[in-house]
Nanobody, 124 residues
Framework: QLVHSGGGLVQPGGSLRLSCAAS????????VVWFRQAPGKERERVSC????????YYADPVKGRSTISRDSTKNTAYLQMTSLKPEDTAVYYC???????????????????WGQGTQVTVSS
């Protein structure tokens, strides 16, 4: 099970950190993927942190503004986002997977676990 925290309303230019806490399994053995889905749009990958090499992937829209990380002692992954823009408004989800997906359209069933999602709204 993955449980989110950290979403909310933030002003443009602001920052926030999303958390994804795992229970029932060790998140260290999985890649952690962050997705987002805005109203009327397809789900898109935001970031992924591999479990074997610790490599991070960032989608172009968030590159340079986001940092993905994990804390093994807390069995939790994070997505730190800065310089937030209104177009970052979406529901954000984390997922655990055997590897980082290469595209946005992997089926939900491909992933080992999903969080329930957390709303991020960037607005003044």
């Amino acid at each position: 099970q993955l449980v989110h925290s950290g979403g909310g309303l933030v002003q443009p230019g602001g920052s926030l950190r999303l958390s994804c806490a795992a229970s029932g399994f060790a998140l260290d053995y999985y890649a952690v993927v962050w997705f987002r889905q805005a109203p009327g749009k397809e789900r898109e990958r935001v970031s992924c942190l591999s479990h074997s090499e610790g490599r991070a992937y960032y989608a172009d829209p968030v590159k340079g503004r986001s940092t993905i990380s994990r804390d093994s002692t807390k069995n939790t992954a994070y997505l730190q986002m800065t310089s937030l823009k209104p177009e970052d408004t979406a529901v954000y989800y984390c997922a655990a997977a055997s590897a980082c997906p290469r595209t946005d359209d992997y089926p939900t069933s491909w992933f080992e676990a999903w969080g329930q999602g957390t709303q991020v709204t960037v607005s003044s």
